[in-house]
């Protein structure tokens, strides 16, 4: 089981302190080329059956090739 941590980052312009949440895994090794859900960067390589989730967005580079059809969509339910 993994947890998500959700903290707040911020960044101060001109003396104005803005904060905005930044999702922080417990290891902190979610790709950001699945944003929305947490998959590690490799390695190990994983392929779909090795992951619990479906039908996810993913961003160019791919680095587990997950949306073989290059739709933006990984591991599609068929």
Known sequence: MRFVLIA???IAVL????SFPVALSADNACDPAYPG???PSPPPDLDC?????RNF????PDPHNFDGDGDGIG????
């Open 37 to 39: 859900v947490c998959i």
């Open 15 to 18: 003396g104005v302190q803005f």
């Open 8 to 10: 707040l980052g911020g």
């Open 57 to 60: 967005t993913v961003l160019d």
């Open 49 to 53: 059956p090795d992951i619990e989730y």
């Open 75 to 78: 591991c599609e339910s068929r």
